[in-house]
């Protein structure tokens, strides 16, 4: 054999080990889990009736967790199953005179919703380091996806004047004779069971080792449908309402098949 065959067989053979290599580091089961903690927000605020007293935002840490496992068909593409927790907290705070020689009033309203967590995500990794092989120490990753949301528990307080209210009820000074709900006694009638959200989650995987990596990233949630319960939308100039997240996501993902 030439030296000229010689080293065009080389080539071939250190061209197709690059390839497989590269087809094969991402490819197969992924598993990982993921601490969250941001701002949840409750949007726009359901005022029951009650249009003067609007109240002004307080935002308040919302947190989660979830565990996602996936499979890689490519060492681009996945496919993530996604199971969690996640907590949303909103507060709203205003000072009113309503008038007709009552004092100001200091209002409060405290609401805190709780969900367990089930989603399918699509996930898309890149090197930032040119063809993902056995050294890159380093990839982007986005995932996006939906969440279906089942509501645990629910807790709303609201205050006048640093007193508890039972809530919802009409508050002074409106006096109309047709108003349509009674105080609840458990938070969560005043919302929906089950409730369906859009996310997308961009970050990094910083290998530790071969196979583990740390990935932190920057997740955006939105709730595509109302929270309301449909009992608690017959007032006049009803607002439907969503649950919005924007935070930090901290976890591992171990990848079985890296070389």
């Known amino acids: 054999m030439s030296i000229h065959m010689r080293w065009s067989l080389s080539i071939v053979i250190i061209v197709v080990q690059s390839l497989w290599v590269k087809s094969y ?24 009736d009650n249009p003067y007293y609007e109240l002004d935002y307080k935002y308040r840490i919302g947190y989660g967790a979830n565990v ?54 699509a996930k898309f990794a890149t090197s930032f380091q040119g063809a993902y092989v056995y050294d890159v120490k380093a990839q982007l990753v986005v995932s996006t996806g939906f969440l279906v949301r089942k509501m645990i528990a629910a807790d709303v307080q609201y205050l006048t004047n ?20 009674t105080p609840v006694s458990d938070s969560k009638d005043l919302y929906t069971k089950w409730g369906l959200s859009y996310v997308i989650n961009v970050g990094a995987d910083i290998f530790l080792t071969n196979n583990l990596a740390f990935t932190p990233a920057i997740e955006g949630q939105l709730a595509l449908l109302d929270i309301n319960a449909k009992n608690y939308r017959h007032h006049n100039e009803y607002k439907s309402s969503r649950t919005l997240f924007g935070g930090l996501t901290l976890g591992m993902t171990y990848y079985f098949s890296r070389q």
């Open 25 to 48: 580091a991402q490819e197969g089961m992924q598993l990982s889990g993921n601490a969250i903690v941001g701002i949840g927000m409750i949007s726009p605020q359901n005022h029951y």
């Open 68 to 121: 996602k496992v996936g499979y890689g068909f490519t060492d681009i593409i996945s496919l993530v199953f996604i199971g969690g927790y996640q907590n949303f907290h909103q507060k709203y705070t205003g000072q009113f005179n309503p008038g007709f020689g009552a004092p100001t009033q200091n209002h409060e309203k405290d609401v805190k919703l709780n969900y367990v967590d089930m989603g399918l995500l």
């Open 162 to 181: 640093g007193t508890e209210v039972s809530y919802p009820q009409l508050l002074y000074p409106y006096t109309n004779p047709a108003y349509p709900y």
